[in-house]
Structures are given as C-alpha cells and as structure tokens.
C-alpha cells in the first residue's frame, strides 16, 4: 500500500513539533491506520541544514512550487500569517491537495473564499488546530455534538490571557506586572496586542461560531475587547462577591440573531470555567440535547497544536484508506492491529494509601506502624491523628505509590498488632500528575 | 438522494429519547448532513399505540426479522441487556447492516465477538453512547487524539456514584442514606449494585482501554472495587487532607503491562476532575504530545444519550454519502448548508452588569444611581460598598440582565453626576446557565 506524502510548509514550533510528534509516535500511529505516513517535502524559507532532515526529504523555499508535485497527497501549512498562506494554499487546493492548517487568522479572515476553493476542486481544508490548541474541540461541535442543536459556546481560547487574570487573582497583581512575566516566559509575543486585545480569541471563536451554528466566518462583527483594562481591584471585587473574571469568547444564538463577542465576564467561582488556570483553554457548549459539556487541555505549544494537527492528517489518511480500500473509516477498536499488551493482576499494581487506623493507644502504635512501613521501603506522605472516637483514636496515613502486593504484607502486619483495633480501612490515591 | 432509513430496536429511555430527538432536531441534522434520516421500523416487545407514531414506521416485535430487512441501513440498538441484543446485532452484521449500540455490558463482554462478525461483514458497530453518555468519548479517543500515544485515563464514568459522593461531601451524609435518595431519584436502579459495586464503572473502562491502547476488550481482568465501603468519616477526613474521594476508572499504561482498575480515589481537591459534582461524568487523558485534556458533561438520560446515539448514525449518514457522492465526509464548516442569520450588533446583546464607580459622598449617589437604574428597569442583583479608597468610596454594583444600548443610556446617565469621580468601570457578567 502507498503512503500518504506530505509537504510541511513552515518549520518553527508548530512545524518543528509536527515533524517530532511524526517521527516519536510513528509506530502508534501506523498501528492505528495500518498506513505509512511519508514526509516528501518540507518548505522553509531558508534552509535547515541544522535539523539533520533525513536525505529522502526534500527541502525548498519555493512553497508554490512544493504543493505541485505529484508526490504530496497532503500540504500542512504551519507557517502562519496571512501571506504567503493564503496563496500557497489556494494553488495547492486548485492542485487537488488536501490542506491542513493550523492558521486561525487566516481561516477568519479568509475562510469563506478558501473553503469556496476547497469546494470547488472536491478537497478539504481541516484546521483542528486552529482553534484550542490541542483539544479537539472543532471535532466534538462538527461530530461529536452533530445531533444537536447548539445553543451557546463560552470558551476561555487564549492562553496568555488566562495566565495574566489566573495571576493577578492569585497574587493580586497588577496586569502590566504580569504581561511582563508573560513575555518573559515566552507565553506572550513582544507586540502582546493580539493576545491581550482579544483579538486572537475573536479569530478563534470565529471559526467555532460557524462550526457551531453554520453561519459564514464573520470576524469583522465580532465584539472584542481585552483584558488590558482590568485591575487587580476589580478581580478582587469580583471574587469577594463570588465571581472570577475571566476573558471568554462567546457565540450565542438568540431569537434576534448571533451574539458573537470576546471581552472580561464575571463567571460564578463554583463553575469549571472559573477553575480552569494559568496558560489551559476550556471550552464549554450549551446544546440542546446533551446539555452543558466541557472540554479542557492545553490550547498552544508544539507538542498539543503538532497533536491537533497530526490528528487532522490521520483523518485524511482513514478517507484515503477508506476510499481505497472500502474498509471503514476508523478501526473499531481505534487501532487497525491489536496488541496482546498484558493486563496486570492488581497486586502488581502501583498507587498511594490511605489509611485509616483504630487504635487503642497512639503513641505506642505510631512508632510500631511507622517501623513497619518504613522497614518495608514505604514513603510516608502525611499522617493526621484524630479526635478519639468510641475510645479509640483514629490515625490517618498518606503513603507514597507502592505496589499492592507488598502493601498487602504490611497491613496484613499492621492488622496483627495488639493495639489495633477493627479492619484497617485502605483507599488508593492518584495525584494525576503527568 | 435515498434517505438513510434506521431500525430502532427498544422503545425505553433511550429509545424514546432517539425518537424524540431525531423529530426535533430534524431539520438542524437535515442541515448538516444534506440527507434525510427516516425511520423505518421500530422494535419492542410490545406494541405502543399509545407513541402515536407516524403511520410509515412499522412496529414489529420480531427483532430478527426487522434486522433483515431491505429498507433497513443502519441498526439502532437501544434495549440493553446481553440477550437478546447479541443476537440480534449477529443478525444484523450478518446482513450486512451497520449497528449502532448504547450497550455497554453486551460490548464489554462480547464486544471481541461482534466486532470481529462485523469486520467480517465489511460493517461496523459504532457505540459513543456505551461510554459517558453524551460526552464524545470514544470520538475523542479514536479520532480526536490519535496523533498521541495514551499514557493513562481516570474518569468518572457512574454518575450515581458520583451523585452519592459528592451528597457524602457536601452533607456529610451516609453512604446509605444517600443511597435511598438516589433510587427514590431514579438516578440508581432498584438493584443498585452496578453502579455502586463498580460493575458499570467496569464495562465502561473496558471499552475506553481498548480504545486508547489497542488492546482486546477484557472486562474479566478489571480489578473493581466499588463505594459502598465508603464512610463519611473518611470523607471527611480525605476533606481535611486537602483530597476528595472519587469513583474512578483508570487504566493506565506501566513498563510492566496495563493497569484496569475501578476503584474509590483520594484525588488532591484543586483538580478539576475533583470538582466534577453530581451525576456529571468526567475523563481526564493524559496523552504524550497533547498533555492532559478533559472531557465532561451527562453520563446518562434519555437526552444525553440519544446525542451520542444521533451522532453516531450521522457519522454513518455522513459515510454513505462520501461513498456514494464522492463529496468531503464531513461539510467543512460543520454543516452543508450556511444560514443567514443575522450578527448581532454588541448594542443588542444582552448580558448582566458588573459596574464599579468611584463616589465622593455614597448615601446621596447610591440613591440616585439604584432610581436611574430602576427608571430604565434594570434588577440589582447585588451592591457592595468598599472600603474608602483615596478620599472616594468604590461602589460595586452586579445587574440582572439587561441590552447593551440601554446599559449605554444609563451609564451616561449615572456618569454625569455630579458626586461620580473618574470613569465607570464596567464588566459583562455570564451565569453560564442553561
């Protein structure tokens, strides 16, 4: 069977990213299609000598030229901007090519004419990661949520603003104070207008508000207005009567018409929206049958936006199959080939303890208890003694992650001491952490 | 263009619930599929006079019998139960029909089966409702993030148990008095013990592993532990710790083999996952290039479910007409046909209020602020007067709802008197309520 080729035009974070997330995860992704993915071309306006391409990559800075050749199936455009992007893609569409992008201000601004062209020559153009990053959000509204008829959309889609407001409620600093941390940290560009002006999530939630409603790419009627006004009084004013403000994105469909709109909103503390901090998107959508869900992750950077845009191309490669082959379009079971991976009995598996203890005199049985766990290699995280309940006094362990057979010894020791009264209680712990 | 024509087979909850949302979002789907969906047939045990069905979908309480149908595309499965739902989806595959199931149990336990009968008849089982209900798991997973390679998942994937948790924590209520509530509720059967115990935890798991490593479904092999030991002391005690207790299913990837495991969780309380409340579902992915993402919304209902059921047949309605038109799977703005529909100018939109100003003598202004307000009819919904900041006092006032423009009117209003200093700060508010 061919691999499907692809022309990556762009090499910074994104292309760069791309290219890694290609080369890392080569093998799951062919056990997920059962196809080759095969890079011909890669365009960048200098020469990239540095990255050590392999030889069978061809490198040009002619892009125009690059999305002629027969040998590219699909063109991957990360290079950003309006121009030359808008060109490159339109000639690779009238060529027949399949485009991915990841160019959102593009898309906003010229979304109608390019998706025209796309229409006019029977190929696509995707761009799930045009909008939050890495999370799949323009597949969850094209597909995911396609029964229903949605009713509004509030996203938190621009990072760096996230991370400034989660700042200055946290610290209670000021916004000049925290863009330039921002900037420091690479979160934020030099010229932040894009970022803290809201015109960044204006072209975003563009793109989601035609998704969601099928409405042409409007970004010219998008109220915007950013975060650069708000002081730190106010968000403390806001959190004293319960409320984060948080820069939200918001597309809602009213009997009068579509209120497409980017600027601060309190939003109720208890709400996941208000929880959601530092640099992560969320997106949140209001739909009539399914109700309010949610979706989260990060919404920039090589490694989630290489995932939003590998994942485009996978899809294409599944059409291609499926064209091909006839076989349907994704594996039942997500993976064209199965592994027989083993599935772990669960005392040899790995978490932190809680324990919960009775016992009849503390101190005597703290020493016995903690002797024996840390004999056994055990990590203690926490411990907590409580109020004497019933004449005996419960005493709480947090332990590190440990394997269960051996946690199973040592309460099974703990159990036999005499000052040990009842069944010792046990509840696993998971930080979550990556 | 033939329409797509369904068998719906069981007329329960979610039968119901197919029905009622394939009518009332009929000409929503219409628009982003291009084609008609028509059902065709429905099967129940009984007959249902007392539905009022159109006269053109055939009732028949052979369920074999419907499957082998000529006018029958697509098989909607929607009774539950192993038998005689095995059955009659072998039938249905056999004939060459494509299944769609909200069946869990039956997918868990003999999924391998049925999705080899199905690869074996060029057909497939689709099944986004058997998880979560109307959050689009399984898209996410298969499609969504499969440039990545999983690491692990934990979700919260029983809505009674998480119901019963979070009434423990918030009430410092009894396991089983929290219990009796629920099936008095209708969130927990009669028999709760699949969602107490864990087993419906467990079938889900099975299904989100083998999506996210590729790995034969092995519902035999998840360790499963269920809340009913959990007592609102540890609650309690988990609380004081800084952790929640959560139900959750993980499975995770280790150098040794995978992990299934359904059990209660001490998770650190500043986690989002940890602040998913109530009946909701919530998946947390960890993946190797996107990082965690989030997913959340109704795990059950008639409504949320039906949404996952619907999606998955305009996936296929979307299949049919790639294989028969040619034309781009998915319309790349989400649906075939674009609306008109007017955007809003931001004087039309209507959103509560935050506004802060700064007064010289507040007992005078207050009163002439709250009678211009309350002349334009606009609610307070709440004021706060702040400590005296540089010889002027900051009043915060919170709005009911109300249009920009008259917002506008009055805020000009209130700016011109005398006792305000300095501009009126205003932010937009958002309840993010249905």
């Not at 024996?372 to 003694?385: K, N, P």
């Amino acid at each position: 069977m061919k691999p499907v080729r692809l022309a990556i035009l762009g090499l910074g974070t994104v292309g760069g990213g791309v290219l890694k997330l290609l080369q890392e995860n080569a093998a799951e992704i062919r056990r997920r299609t059962g196809r080759e993915i095969e890079i011909t071309y890669v365009g960048t306006r200098r020469p990239r000598p540095d990255l050590n391409l392999p030889a069978s990559i061809k490198q040009s800075a002619d892009l125009i030229d690059i999305v002629k050749q027969a040998d590219v199936d699909v063109v991957v455009e990360v290079m950003g901007g309006i121009h030359p992007a808008y060109e490159v893609i339109t000639e690779a569409l009238k060529h027949g090519k399949q485009v991915v992008t990841a160019n959102k201000a593009l898309l906003a601004e010229h979304g109608n004419e390019l998706f025209k062209i796309a229409d006019d020559h029977n190929v696509q153009i995707t761009y799930e990661a045009a909008v939050a990053g890495g999370i799949p959000i323009i597949k969850v509204i094209r597909e995911g949520l396609a029964a229903n008829k949605i009713e509004w959309i509030a996203g938190i889609i621009n990072g760096t603003g996230n991370f400034i407001l989660t700042e200055m409620r946290e610290k209670g600093r000021a916004f000049a104070d925290v863009l330039k941390e921002a900037q420091q940290l690479g979160y934020a560009e030099a010229d932040p207008t894009f970022d803290v002006e809201g015109i960044d999530a204006a072209h975003k939630l563009t793109i989601l508000a035609s998704c969601a409603f099928g409405i042409p790419l409007q970004f010219d009627k998008v109220y915007t207005e950013g975060i650069s006004k708000i002081t730190a009084q106010d968000v403390s004013y806001a959190e004293n009567l319960g409320y984060r403000i948080k820069h939200l994105g918001i597309a809602r469909r009213t009997h009068k018409g579509i209120e497409l709109r980017v600027h601060p909103t309190l939003i109720p503390e208890e709400e996941l929206l208000a929880n959601v901090n530092g640099v992560k998107n969320a997106v949140l959508v209001q739909s009539n049958a399914v109700g309010p869900t949610l979706y989260y992750g990060a919404g920039a950077g090589a490694g989630p936006t290489a995932s939003a845009v590998v994942a485009d191309i996978i899809d294409i490669v599944r059409d291609i199959i499926y064209t091909e082959d006839g076989a349907g379009t994704i594996p039942q079971l997500a993976f064209e080939a199965l592994a027989d991976t083993p599935v772990l009995d669960s005392t040899e598996m790995t978490t932190g303890y809680y324990i919960r203890l009775n016992a009849e005199d503390q101190t005597g049985v703290l020493a016995n208890v903690t002797t024996i766990l840390s004999r056994a290699g055990i990590g203690i995280d926490a411990i907590m003694q409580q109020p004497r309940l019933k004449d005996l006094i419960p005493i709480v362990i947090m332990t590190d992650p440990v394997v269960e057979s051996k946690m199973n010894d040592v309460l099974a020791e703990i159990q036999a001491l005499s000052e040990i009264h009842g069944e010792i209680v046990r509840i696993r712990i998971e930080l979550l952490e990556n």
